[in-house]
Nanobody, 124 residues
């Protein structure tokens, strides 16, 4: 079965850090552009970071640039999201999506398979 398995979420105080991981099950992530999306309570879905399959370039939303870092570990078949200096507004369900190419912090065309997501809660 082709799907993502996301992990690493949790409860953290403002200013803290978390490292999310997105593992590929049934396919190799290195052949796809991968984006992390999030959806907070009452908010629209937002692309937070994307990494290209062709050249490894990375793209970030204005809200996450300089705080978040997306990276690949092809040996482990994962795409990771290091999140530093977390803010209340980063609270959301985070999940990864595969696509043809990055389009800003999102994707130009998405594949349909998904994972269960991982919840990040920033609270004092």
């Amino acid at each position: 079965q082709v799907q993502f398995v996301e992990s690493g979420g949790g409860l953290v105080q403002p200013g803290g850090s978390l490292r999310l991981s997105c593992a590929g099950s049934g396919f190799q992530l290195e052949f796809y552009s991968i984006a992390w999306f999030r959806q907070g309570p009452g908010k629209e879905r937002e692309g937070v970071a994307c990494i290209s399959d062709s050249d490894g370039r990375t793209y970030y939303a204005d809200s996450t640039k300089d705080r978040f870092t997306i990276s690949r570990d092809n040996a482990k078949n994962t795409v990771n999201l290091q999140m530093n200096n977390l803010k209340f507004e980063d609270t959301a369900d985070y999940y990864c999506v595969a696509g043809w190419a990055c389009s800003g912090a999102g994707l130009s065309q998405e594949y349909e398979f998904r994972g269960q997501g991982t919840q990040v809660t920033v609270a004092s």
